[in-house]
């Protein structure tokens, strides 16, 4: 079971953040981490966002994906309005940078983000957001707007014990080379996506 294993205030360019690291062992490296906006009330529906970690869109800016800019605007919008992100170390949809890059190859080749994870034989998306549910729980967080796009991510909290709200909308716009990803985001996993030039 996880648990709190360290916590500390810290100041980013979108406002002031509670950080609280989550694992099993004090020893684990890469932690889960709850990023809290400071104005958070949590006698009212707190807005939370679950974001898997993509090093290839947040730390190097890849155009590929919309990952680093889905966070950043999820920062500004709990900055703004009070709220959670739920940092899950889920790397490439829990595939690994490595198996991320293969398949970043691929796509190179002419296969979309689902084909070359399947030609690799790993699943399409093989993230578990049971964790963000424990971590939830350990907050004692019962009520909650989500921000996401994604129907499994919605699944996942109406089958649990948290009250899901309402869903708020995070969309990013596409660039050339992120609307193949994005139309396979919305025609494979059904994720709830407006129509994009």
Not at 10 to 38: C, K, L, Q, Y
Not at 71 to 81: I, Q, T
Not at 92 to 114: C, H, M, P, W
Not at 124 to 129: G, L, M, S
Request: overall charge negative.
């Amino acid at each position: 079971m996880i648990k709190i294993q360290a916590e500390a205030n810290v100041p980013t360019e979108h406002g002031n953040f509670r950080m609280i690291a989550f694992s099993e062992e004090s020893t684990d490296w890469m932690p889960h981490m709850a990023i809290i906006a400071e104005n958070t009330d949590f006698s009212k529906p707190v807005n939370v966002r679950f974001h898997s970690e993509c090093i290839t869109g947040e730390v190097f800016h890849s155009q590929k994906c919309e990952c680093g800019q889905q966070l950043d605007a999820a920062m500004k919008y709990m900055h703004e309005h009070g709220g959670i992100i739920i940092y899950l170390r889920q790397e490439g949809r829990n595939i690994g940078i490595i198996n991320k890059l293969k398949a970043y190859s691929l796509q190179e080749k002419g296969f979309d983000t689902v084909e070359a994870n399947l030609k690799l034989g790993l699943p399409a998306d093989d993230r578990n957001f049971s964790v963000a549910i424990d971590i939830l729980t350990i907050l004692e967080i019962k009520n909650i707007n989500l921000l996401t796009n994604n129907p499994e991510k919605v699944k996942f909290v109406e089958e649990s014990t948290i009250n899901l709200n309402s869903r708020i909308p995070l969309q990013i716009p596409a660039n050339d080379s992120s609307r193949g990803y994005l139309q396979t985001k919305k025609d494979y996993f059904g994720h709830l996506l407006d129509e994009q030039d």
